[in-house]
């Protein structure tokens, strides 16, 4: 069983930056690829972030790119997400997610995640 619970959501300016955290408890953290993902109102869950066990591996959306960083500190069983430049398209409800297969590479399909947070909404006005 694994449990995550994101914070750090909240309401931001465009061009205004938010550091989203997911803390993990049950399972050894460090074992498994995790991911973000992000909904936005009337929208289908689209994959955001990923970053390999070690973290020496991150990968994005085309959408994020260059301004999103996804990070984790094990240690502290820890998955961090950067966000800077925000634009009001990237209004959504944030979730972190856990991948249990041990891949290598990451999955950017929400499918290869089995744990999932409660999520945590990120607001940006214009």
């Known amino acids: 069983q694994v449990q995550l619970v994101e914070s750090g959501g909240g309401l931001v300016q465009a061009g205004g930056s938010l550091r989203l955290s997911c803390a993990a408890s049950?399972?050894?953290?460090?074992?498994?690829?995790m991911g973000w993902f992000r909904q936005a109102p009337g929208k289908e869950r689209k994959f955001v972030a990923a970053i390999s066990r070690s973290g020496g591996s991150t990968y994005y959306a085309d959408s994020v790119k260059g301004r999103f960083t996804i990070s984790r500190d094990n240690a502290k069983n820890t998955v961090y997400l950067q966000m800077n430049s925000l634009k009001p398209e990237d209004t959504a409800v944030y979730y972190c997610a856990l991948d249990l297969r041990r891949t290598v590479v990451p999955t950017s399909s929400e499918r290869g995640y089995e744990y999932w947070g409660q999520g945590t909404q990120v607001t940006v006005s214009s």
């Open positions: 049950g399972r050894t953290f460090s074992s498994y690829n």
